[in-house]
């Protein structure tokens, strides 16, 4: 048999590559094969949905917003009165807030979607893989995928990652029959794809266009004018996937439409450009923007980012063995012909994976653990393609030794991070440490034991897979029997030094609760936060300078956060006659009252970090004058002077409190503004 470095495209190819529609494995065991890896994905994220409640309150006010009113469902608003929007596109939303409209408001609703969601990226991902390397290496991939850690958390939370990845595994899919054939309607759909993908999460779609781009202009059959035409076509389609929404909103006037949360000038230019744009990439100089002093939830820019204690367990398990396939990969390939598929999808995958993770290791702004799920797909599909090509090549010495390093830089890496939560589940590490040592002595010495070389095989093949598989499948069944609550989740146990939220800017304090699961890291079934317990005030990500939350006991707000049961009757008396039942600092607030009241409209001022609703304060006292706001919520301390936003809202709480009396309800200080 011919080494790797000898092989080309059509040596090894199997048939499905010269003729895609005659995929390889369309065995009879392979459509149950599918259906059970499905079922199996749906049972595990729909499993007890509602357990986290509203999961993050601030998106879930939102969806709720959209439930009641469809000016609030086209621009993603906080409120169902539209005084500002959240600080993202509402594509997410909108699939949410219409499963909502259809079902009613509620958790389960609102995340099934989600969970559903998850379920297409898996099948999506196995047919893409599929088609070029058959059904074992595309079931392969969906498995990796849908056992990802992070994946399992984001695709029963409420956050737009999850139609994020979805929608871009759904481009990765067009692109590839776009490259069989150079057919125009494929690349126009992956454009689309992308484009609706950019309405769910803005820049970070964009991250995979330079991949998808180069796999298209170097491996589609067809000349170089044709291939340049289809990019201007793909790119063209993209823009107006991506910028009908965004032309919309720039046209109108300021009057006809919400505040643009995340935006200091009310401007949708500054949303994407600035806040999640160049924002996140080099921080702002301080603040929850991110750099120097800013906040970081994902440790220290640099190459290991992705490896450290925050963000290790998210989805690196098999990262290192993703970078090998890559790079043998591509070695392997090197002298293929123009068209060759398996270069084209180590390409495509690799220029996905390296692009998206050189951003999240090296960005001084916000990056957030749970970011990671964007590169679980393409971690997946390269460590599918990897087996694939070491199982065409399994006779030969090199991959035999090939396969050896991986399994042993995948199983060793698999225990260190199992050491970072040493009280949890401690016989894994035993069991991974094994299976790497029994992988290792199969894979080496089954040639040489000649007669039982095929068992020898065998059983190295199972416990490689239990040696890198193993930790992140109980990571995924950690947190998928754990609710998650908050505005930064995190996939799996809690890591040893980790025990909050992540890192408040360099040398702060690591998390914040002491180990309390309040702000995202799973807690056991039917645990929940403790009320009163809110983060520090003017925490990053929380609102802002006075954002508070209420406490109290009485009903759940959303986020882990109550708000009493006389505040919520107070906000609640007359609601029909306000088109806000109260105003208050910051969106993490508001969205908590809104949803303790069933969906009541509660003007956030400031946004979610007092970067978006700059309202002046002539327009608030006209507000006030007219009848449209009943209280202002000042804080939760049970007294004092109103919270304090910006500079440019603190005028308003000024106002507020030297011309209206203060009056407790339920622990938290308001004010009748219509006295």
Excluded at 106 to 133: C, D, H, N
Aim: hydrophobic share 50%.
């Amino acid at each position: 048999m011919s080494t790797i470095d000898s092989l080309d495209a059509t040596t090894i190819a199997p048939r499905s590559l010269r003729r895609p529609h005659e995929a390889v494995g369309d065995q009879r065991w392979v459509r149950p094969a599918l259906i059970a890896l499905l079922l199996l994905t749906a049972l595990a994220y729909l499993l007890d949905l509602s357990a986290s409640g509203n999961a993050n309150s601030f998106y879930a006010a939102a969806v709720q917003a959209g439930t009641k009113s469809w000016k609030a469902f086209f621009f993603g608003s906080l409120d169902s009165s539209s005084f500002i929007t959240t600080d993202k596109p509402p594509a997410s939303i909108w699939v949410m807030a219409l499963s909502g409209r259809i079902f009613g408001f509620s958790s389960w609703s609102m995340l099934a979607p989600q969970a559903l969601e998850g379920v297409a990226a898996v099948a999506l991902l196995y047919a893409t893989i599929k088609r070029w390397f058959g059904a074992p290496a595309g079931l392969a991939a969906g498995a990796m995928l849908a056992i990802t850690p992070i994946a399992a958390l984001m695709f029963r939370f409420n956050n737009p990652d999850a139609l994020l990845v979805t929608l871009l595994v759904a481009a990765a899919y067009c692109l590839v029959r776009a490259v069989e054939a150079a057919g125009t309607r494929w690349i126009l759909a992956t454009g689309a794809l992308v484009g609706f993908a950019f309405l769910a999460k803005l820049g970070q779609a964009l991250l995979v266009v330079p991949a998808f781009g180069l796999v298209y202009l170097l491996a589609a059959p067809t000349t170089l004018r044709r291939r340049i035409a289809g990019l201007l076509g793909g790119l063209a389609s993209l823009v107006v996937c991506a910028g009908w929404w965004v032309a919309i909103v720039a046209l109108l006037p300021a009057s006809s439409r919400p505040f643009i949360d995340g935006s200091p000038d009310n401007n949708i230019f500054n949303l994407i450009l600035g806040y999640n744009g160049l924002q996140r990439l080099f921080g702002n100089g301080g603040g929850a923007g991110g750099g120097g002093g800013g906040a970081s939830f994902s440790g220290a820019p640099g190459t290991l980012r992705l490896f450290n204690d925050l963000m290790g367990g998210q989805a690196s398990w098999l990262l290192p063995l993703a970078l090998i396939a890559l790079i043998a990969g591509l070695w392997a390939r090197r002298t293929a012909p123009r068209t060759d598929r398996t270069r084209a999808a180590l390409l495509l995958w690799g220029g996905w994976l390296i692009v998206t993770a050189a951003v999240f290791s090296y960005s001084q702004g916000i990056i957030h653990t749970y970011y990671a799920v964007a590169l679980a797909p393409p971690i997946a599909a390269l460590v599918a393609i990897g087996g694939w090509q070491l199982w065409q090549r399994r006779a030969t010495l090199r991959a035999r030794v090939l396969a050896a390093v991986a399994v042993a830089v995948t199983g060793g890496w698999s225990y260190i991070l199992l050491d970072r939560t040493p009280s949890w589940q401690p016989w894994l590490r035993v069991l991974v440490l094994g299976a790497t040592a029994v992988a290792l002595g199969g894979l080496l010495s089954a040639a040489a034991l000649r007669r039982f070389a095929r068992r020898a095989s065998l059983v190295a093949i199972a416990a490689a897979l239990i040696a890198g598989l193993a930790g992140p499948a109980a990571y995924a069944m950690q947190t998928v029997t754990s609710a998650h609550t908050g505005s930064i989740p995190s996939a799996g146990p809690t890591v040893a030094g980790n025990p909050g939220f992540g890192v408040l800017g360099a040398g702060g304090p690591r998390g914040f609760g002491g180990g309390q699961v309040l702000f995202g890291r799973g807690a056991p079934r039917g645990v929940r936060p403790s009320p009163g317990q809110a983060p520090p005030s003017g925490a990053p990500g929380f609102g802002g300078g006075g954002g508070r939350f209420a406490v109290g006991s009485g009903r759940l707000g959303g986020g882990g956060v109550s708000t009493s049961s006389a505040l919520v009757k107070a906000l609640q008396s007359r609601a029909g006659s306000y088109r806000w039942v109260a105003a208050t600092m910051g969106s993490m607030s508001a969205a908590t009252y809104e949803l303790a009241t069933g969906g009541d409209p509660v003007m956030a001022i400031g946004g979610f970090n007092n970067n978006g609703g700059e309202l002046s304060l002539a327009q608030f006292i006209r507000y006030v004058h007219a009848g449209d706001i009943h209280y202002f919520i000042a804080s939760g301390g049970g007294g004092g002077a109103p919270g304090q936003g910006s500079a440019g809202t603190s005028g308003i709480a000024a106002w507020v409190q030297s011309h209206f009396s203060a009056q407790t309800i339920g622990g938290v200080t308001v004010y009748d503004l219509t006295g």
